[in-house]
């Protein structure tokens, strides 16, 4: 016999409560004086026996209803054998590990694996255990294919031979978009019937869950009901970390740029239990005597910091003090910056405002790896400067030429020939136009469509840009609603080109056997075009209708002047961003990557993924990229995202619509089983019923005869002799 409900069966020592009042003496409680008793001494009454029970009977029968009314409500069962054995249907579980590099930390990986560990030692042999690793990226390295497995041991052991090789990387946190993609493979294994037996499915979660792992991108996920999360997070046994990230710093176009001018940003986190700090230069394996830095950074706070002079030996940062030494190190790439020359065709004019050159001497051109110098060139001068430059002994690279027309049958063909070879031709309309015949032929010979024609347009009070391409590389950065509006830009004169009988002007596909396209990248708010673009060969080809000075627009004097002309000079984005510094998992552009090789510091060749875009190097440090006769150092740095360790709570989950949960162990689903069972067996059996019915039976016939007993004793006078207080 086994009791649903042990705990009650304690009532049964109220049992003790009949006994002690039975066992209670009862003592005269009224005095009466008598004067003739003053003289005498009191003396207590004398005891001739001690205290007894009295009424076994009655005593016998309120302590038997007491212990089958406690009897009853314990619930008692008859014991089968066959509860002993449980045979329980396999589940399905999916183990999902954060490979991030926050994880690199040694207290945390050896807790995760030690909780994977646990997870499989609690399963039954029947259980069918899938395995996922995630970082930015998910990857699967057990899938959970019930159709090809006949022995789900088996494949435990897998997963355990997996868990054991497994070890972190170095990219960033993803953990909500791992989670949505398991839950999406096991909800469509699920409809399609390959779970077998019950389709619910369970996935553990096994991360450090920082503040940065990117769990908001679970917001608004229909997390499926029949998915139930368990969420088990491994700490560092030291929290807190801090960061060093060296601040972009703005090109001014010098030949040397300027080392004193960096600036280092040093954050630490909110629950760092330090804040001394200290940064030096490190050179090959030692660190430079002499070339370090101490600061003070309260939890918390960030710290913006010049950076300590760089000695010239020296290749990299690092900060120590803090909990984790993994993101401690910043590695400073040396930039080769290329020095290229951009040339403005022209006369000069009286006022210098109404130069071209002018506004575009003033405007920050050059980046961290292109140093662009603007050269004023007289048009008598243009076809010798161009020859030489093509030449292979010319020093600089001539990148760019700005022009206005008229033209020159030879000039339009040296400019057209330039472009093809990857140089960016631009020609401005700035002026209105003295003579029309001749600046027409210009353009129909140096963009090579006969049909061209070119007018004066007539504005009554001023233009406005409108029909923006905001596909195109040029207004790509405006493509945010935020930055969009060009109603400031005014223009005040312009020319109207028609392109006659050539192809569509928004048709951006050439073919390689027929006739380059112009593309209509900007249009005026009357229809004419503003900025017209003509690939040619390895370069392009430019034409505006309007100048930027202030009698032509309000152009040259608007903040999108320069990111327009930025696009305008490399439409790729190639020189716009440093291409030094990159993130571990971020995709390094390059033409082929088959033909790229990849060393580090050291010089050895490194293995680099491949994909369609460039080539990922997947671990931090100073790498050398060699793409042809052209080489560039570049950085690869801990994702920031990895740095930021602060533990978030784990019902953030419950805020997303997650129900959380634990994989119970094989031993605890056992006894949940049996225990279902035995709540069914009593359920069935009801004994508590016959027992109550049994105690308050009892009750009854313990009234019945107490009230006898109190009858028969009242009417019999009292044999005890009376004492006297």
């Given at each position: 016999m086994g009791l649903l409900a042990p705990l009650y069966a304690l009532a049964a020592l109220a049992i003790v409560g009949p006994i002690i009042f039975h066992l209670i003496k009862r003592q005269p409680q009224g005095q009466q004086p008598f004067s003739s008793l003053m003289f005498l001494s009191p003396s207590p009454p004398r005891l001739t026996r001690r205290s007894r029970l009295d009424n076994i009977l009655l005593l016998i029968l309120r302590a038997l209803a007491i212990g089958l009314i406690a009897f009853a409500f314990a619930r008692p069962f008859f014991r089968q054998e066959s509860f002993l054995n449980q045979n329980l249907e396999g589940r399905n579980i999916a183990l999902l590990i954060d490979t991030s590099a926050s994880m690199q930390r040694t207290d945390v990986w050896s807790a995760a694996k030690a909780q994977a560990d646990k997870l499989l030692d609690?399963?039954?042999?029947?259980?069918?255990v899938a395995l996922y690793a995630v970082s930015d990226q998910l990857l699967t390295l057990v899938p959970l294919d019930t159709e090809n497995v006949a022995d789900p041991a088996s494949q435990q052991q897998a997963v355990r031979a997996a868990v054991a090789e497994m070890k972190p990387g170095w990219r960033g946190s993803q953990v909500a978009n791992g989670l949505k993609s398991v839950a999406d493979q096991l909800q469509a294994a699920a409809i399609a019937g390959k779970l077998g037996g019950d389709a619910s499915?369970?996935?553990?979660?096994?991360?450090?869950?920082?503040?940065?792992?990117?769990?908001?991108?679970?917001?608004?996920?229909?997390?499926?009901?029949?998915?139930?999360?368990?969420?088990?997070?491994?700490?560092?046994?030291?929290?807190?970390?801090?960061?060093?990230?060296?601040?972009?710093?703005?090109?001014?176009?010098?030949?040397?740029?300027?080392?004193?001018?960096?600036?280092?940003?040093?954050?630490?986190?909110?629950?760092?239990?330090t804040q001394a700090l200290e940064l030096k230069w490190v050179a090959g394996a030692t660190a430079v005597p002499g070339a370090a830095t101490t600061l003070q950074v309260p939890p918390g706070q960030v710290r913006v910091i010049p950076a300590p002079a760089q000695p010239a030996n020296a290749n990299r940062l690092e900060l120590t003090g803090d909990s984790w030494s993994?993101?401690?190190?910043?590695?400073?790439?040396?930039?080769?910056?290329?020095?290229?020359?951009?040339?403005?065709?022209?006369?000069?004019?009286?006022?210098?405002e109404d130069d071209l050159a002018y506004f575009i001497e003033k405007?920050?051109?050059s980046t961290a790896v292109v140093n662009r110098a603007i050269e004023r060139l007289p048009l008598s001068e243009l076809g010798t400067t161009l020859s030489a430059a093509a030449s292979p002994a010319a020093v600089e690279v001539l990148r760019a030429v700005i022009v206005e027309p008229p033209l020159s049958a030879t000039d339009a063909q040296a400019l057209r020939t330039f472009?093809?070879?990857?140089?960016?031709?631009?020609?401005?309309?700035?002026?209105?136009?003295?003579?029309?015949?001749?600046?027409?032929?210009?353009?129909?010979?140096?963009?090579?469509?006969?049909q061209m024609q070119v007018t004066e347009a007539r504005t009554k009070d001023f233009a406005l840009l409108s029909d923006i391409d905001f596909l195109h590389p040029v207004f790509s950065p405006f493509a945010d609603p935020r930055f969009n509006d060009f109603s400031k830009i005014r223009f005040w004169s312009h020319r109207r080109v028609a392109l006659g009988s050539l192809k569509a002007a928004e048709d951006s596909t050439i073919a390689a056997n027929e006739s380059p396209s112009i593309r209509r990248v900007a249009?005026?708010?009357?229809?004419?075009?503003?900025?017209?673009?003509?690939?040619l060969g390895a370069g392009n080809l430019w034409l505006m209708t309007s100048g930027w000075q202030p009698t032509a627009s309000q152009l040259g004097l608007s903040s999108k002047f320069v990111p327009i002309l930025l696009g305008i000079l490399d439409p790729t984005g190639k020189s716009l961003s440093a291409q030094l510094v990159y993130a571990v998992g971020d995709v390094i552009p390059v033409s082929d990557p088959s033909t790229v090789q990849v060393s580090d510091a050291a010089g050895l060749i490194v293995e680099v993924e491949s994909t369609s875009d460039g080539l990922q190097i997947e671990a931090p440090g100073l790498y050398t990229v060699r793409e042809g006769q052209a080489s560039k150092q570049i950085a690869v740095q801990v994702p920031t995202s990895e740095s930021q360790l602060t533990p978030l709570d784990v019902d953030v989950f419950e805020q997303f619509g997650i129900e959380l949960g634990k994989v119970k162990s094989n031993a605890e689903r056992i006894q949940s089983a049996r225990q279902l069972q035995v709540t069914e067996l009593e359920r069935q059996q009801r004994i508590w019923q016959w027992l109550l019915l049994a105690g308050l039976g009892v009750l009854a016939i313990e009234t019945i005869l107490a009230g006898w007993l109190t009858r028969r004793t009242a009417g019999i006078p009292s044999a005890q002799p009376q004492t006297v207080g």
């Open positions: 609690s399963l039954s042999p029947a259980d069918r499915a369970e996935l553990v979660l096994i991360s450090d869950l920082h503040v940065n792992c990117g769990v908001e991108a679970l917001q608004g996920y229909p997390w499926p009901e029949s998915i139930r999360l368990d969420v088990r997070q491994v700490r560092a046994a030291l929290p807190g970390n801090a960061r060093a990230s060296l601040m972009a710093t703005d090109a001014d176009g010098s030949d040397e740029e300027d080392k004193s001018a960096m600036k280092l940003r040093v954050e630490n986190n909110s629950d760092s239990l993994g993101d401690n190190t910043l590695y400073v790439a040396e930039p080769v910056r290329t020095r290229e020359r951009i040339l403005c065709v022209g006369v000069s004019t009286s006022r210098k405007a920050p051109l472009a093809g070879d990857g140089g960016c031709v631009i020609v401005c309309l700035a002026k209105p136009l003295a003579d029309n015949t001749a600046v027409q032929t210009s353009l129909q010979a140096l963009f090579g469509t006969p249009s005026l708010d009357d229809g004419s075009p503003w900025l017209l673009h003509q690939p």
